[in-house]
């Protein structure tokens, strides 16, 4: 980071203005902590519950456009939406199925959807040049042919990206096989799907004003929201529940984990199933990741409450440095499920390293001086931002190829994403110098956090065309950290 120094009291006042001066009492725990804090999270009463976006499946019709919503208890916000409601359908498929998305755009501005995580043809997959303009719509054909899993879906066009999701579009996207059907995971009520996103407010209004060293830092807000209600509960059961988490916030990461010490059992990232789930008491994730996991609320008395948190990690700017609540559940159903989970879940074949033709090497720590920008560094990959005419990168379809991802000088943090493919995550050296559970299944988005280096390989499918790789803390994309990939 080389922009400007941090203005170390932003937004202090403000935040005494919009919550009084309690806050402070409640969300700072030293006076040390809060120099350099413009933004502690702010948590609410975990009283309002949980909405579940309905369903849809094969032919969908999604309608951007601005609505108004109760996304803080009591207050109507006004925000941008595909449906009357919040956050978008969970769209909801089998693997084989085709699947038809009419988005119409009643906004007034350019949008665009993107897929991310399927492996759809380039034309249909949501580049950042195809886009509908106001009044105008686009028809998407999506053939499904990939594992089980959860992908999601949200607006891609170019320096728009960020304010679009953080106002509201974004949504799920399902896919379900035969070989995850047979192991009889919870299902119905019993697998919850958790968009997870903060957001700032300026009173009931959405406030998407990122400064010049948020652009450094990612837009971080001050109340989270899973579902679009911030500090939401659910009511569950004594049984298993399988929880989807998607990371959907501009540039939060989470470290997320149970209270009463209940262990993530987790069975899926990004690309689907794990081999066998692993146990875990705590699991990152970053803007753009998916991880699926199974909480044994079996052993838990009625009327016990039970949270999701994030735990604080290594200090990075301004992340990392408070552990909050997040969603809560309360244990006051009954069940009589006699579920428990299975030890293999599914085969992973690995990609031999022997089998890769090539090694490319993305220098993302590094800044470009820019013209035009008020002369400020902007976010590069290989000393690139992005361009719309320019292919950087040309692969050949079938091929195999090692990437790797170098923030070894780097002081951000960056979620590396790929469109068009799922990668297999090889070797983290530098930083945490460790791969964690998800990231021994596949993926498509990958955390670079400062000083690590990350490899991955994939073997590209056979849609050919123009995809990009990016990164998706959104501020940093929209500031031009993308490059386009060819696949020929
Ligand atoms: Cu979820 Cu190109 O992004
Ligand atoms: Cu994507
Ligand atoms: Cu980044």
């Known amino acids: 980071m080389k922009r400007?120094?941090?203005?170390?009291?932003?937004?202090?006042?403000?935040?005494?203005?919009?919550?009084?001066?309690?806050?402070?009492?409640?969300?700072?725990?030293?006076?040390?902590?809060?120099i350099g804090e413009p933004n502690w999270i702010v948590e609410g009463g975990f009283d309002r519950p949980l909405p579940i976006p309905p369903q849809a499946t094969n032919n969908v019709k999604l309608t951007a456009k601005t609505i108004s919503d109760e996304m803080i208890s009591g207050k109507l916000t006004s925000l941008l939406s595909y449906r009357d409601g919040l956050m978008g359908p969970t769209i909801t498929v089998s693997s084989g199925s085709n699947v038809n998305v009419l988005l119409d755009n009643n906004l007034l501005e350019n949008t665009n959807i993107h897929w991310h995580g399927l492996i759809v043809p380039a034309e249909?997959?949501?580049?950042?040049?195809?886009?509908?303009?106001?009044?105008?719509?686009?028809?998407?054909?999506l053939p499904i042919n990939q594992r089980a899993g959860t992908y999601w879906y949200h607006p891609h066009v170019h320096g728009s990206t960020a304010r679009q999701v953080f106002m509201g579009l974004a949504g799920m996207f399902i896919v379900s096989d035969p070989e995850e059907a047979a192991l009889q995971l919870p299902s119905g009520q019993f697998d919850i799907p958790?968009?997870?996103?903060?957001?700032?407010?300026?009173?009931?209004?959405?406030?998407?004003?990122?400064?010049?060293?948020?652009?450094?830092?990612?837009?971080?807000?001050?109340?989270?929201?899973?579902?679009?209600?911030?500090?939401?509960?659910?009511?569950?059961?004594?049984?298993?529940?399988?929880?989807?988490?998607?990371?959907?916030?501009?540039?939060?990461?989470?470290?997320?984990?149970?209270?009463?010490?209940?262990?993530?059992?987790?069975?899926?990232?990004?690309?689907?199933?794990?081999?066998?789930?692993?146990?875990?008491?705590?699991?990152?994730?970053?803007?753009?990741?998916?991880?699926?996991?199974?909480?044994?609320?079996?052993?838990l008395p009625h009327g016990t409450e039970v949270f999701l948190t994030s735990g604080k990690f290594s200090k990075y700017e301004l992340q990392g440095r408070q552990s909050f609540s997040i969603l809560k559940f309360k244990v006051e159903l009954n069940s009589t499920s006699t579920f428990s989970p299975p030890s293999i879940l599914s085969s992973i074949q690995r990609i031999s390293e022997a089998s890769a033709i090539r090694t490319r090497t993305f220098d993302i720590a590094g800044m470009v001086g820019s013209e035009g920008h008020e002369g400020m560094d902007r976010h590069a990959i290989n000393s690139k931002t992005y361009s719309e005419v320019r292919i950087d990168e040309t692969v050949e379809a079938g091929t195999t190829e090692i990437w790797e991802f170098d923030n070894s000088t780097g002081d951000e943090i960056h979620p590396m994403h790929i469109h068009g493919v799922q990668f297999q995550v090889l070797h983290r050296s530098g930083g945490r110098n460790a791969l964690i559970a998800t990231e021994r299944g596949w993926k498509d988005t990958v955390l670079v956090m400062p000083g690590e280096h990350v490899r991955i390989i994939m073997t590209f499918p056979q849609y050919k065309g123009l995809f990009v790789l990016h990164c998706h803390n959104l501020e940093h994309e929209d500031d031009g950290m993308m490059l386009n990939y060819e696949i020929v």
């Open 4 to 34: 400007r120094q941090f203005i170390k009291s932003t937004g202090l006042s403000t935040l005494t203005a919009l919550f009084g001066s309690s806050f402070w009492l409640n969300a700072c725990h030293t006076e040390e902590d809060m």
């Open 124 to 141: 249909m997959e949501g580049h950042p040049k195809d886009y509908a303009s106001t009044g105008n719509a686009l028809q998407y054909v």
């Open 194 to 299: 958790l968009i997870i996103q903060d957001k700032r407010f300026d009173g009931p209004s959405l406030d998407y004003s990122p400064t010049e060293d948020e652009i450094m830092t990612g837009y971080l807000g001050e109340q989270i929201l899973v579902n679009g209600v911030y500090s939401p509960y659910v009511a569950v059961a004594n049984t298993w529940y399988r929880l989807r988490l998607l990371n959907g916030s501009t540039a939060r990461v989470y470290n997320l984990a149970m209270t009463n010490n209940i262990p993530f059992h987790i069975i899926g990232s990004d690309g689907g199933l794990l081999q066998a789930s692993e146990h875990e008491m705590s699991l990152m994730l970053g803007p753009g990741e998916r991880a699926d996991v199974l909480v044994d609320f079996s052993s």
